[in-house]
């Protein structure tokens, strides 16, 4: 079983900063595909972004490509998404998650494990 903890969501005004975080448990976090995906209210889950277990390969959606960045460190058995020139259209529930068989794809189903979200909220 692996548990993921996100934190650092907020409040946070239109062009501003803001960096995800989310901890996972198990001995063998280095070997994980990690990915970032959000849902806005009455939207479905959308993907954001990936990272291959080595953190050498990273995949964003469109939407976030230039202004996101999805990092990690295994030592820390931490991934990491780094939000900039944030828009109001960002504002989302932002969850974690992991694949131990070690896929960072863009759809939802390669993922065993999620975490139980943070609130971003940007105004405008």
């Known amino acids: 079983q692996v548990q993921l903890v996100e934190s650092g969501g907020g409040l946070v005004q239109a062009g501003g900063s803001l960096r995800l975080s989310c901890a996972a448990s198990g001995r063998t976090f280095s070997s994980y595909g990690m990915g970032w995906f959000r849902q806005a209210p009455g939207k479905e889950r959308e993907f954001v972004a990936s990272?291959?277990?080595?953190?050498?390969?990273?995949y964003y959606a469109d939407s976030v490509k230039g202004r996101f960045t999805i990092s990690r460190d295994n030592a820390k058995n931490t991934v990491y998404l780094q939000m900039n020139r944030l828009t109001p259209e960002d504002t989302a529930v932002y969850y974690c998650?992991?694949?131990?068989?070690?896929?960072?794809?863009?759809?939802?189903?390669?993922?065993?494990?999620w975490g139980q979200g943070t609130q971003v909220t940007v105004s405008s």
């Open positions: 998650a992991a694949s131990p068989r070690g896929y960072y794809g863009s759809g939802p189903r390669v993922y065993d494990y």
């Open positions: 990272i291959k277990s080595s953190g050498d390969t990273t």
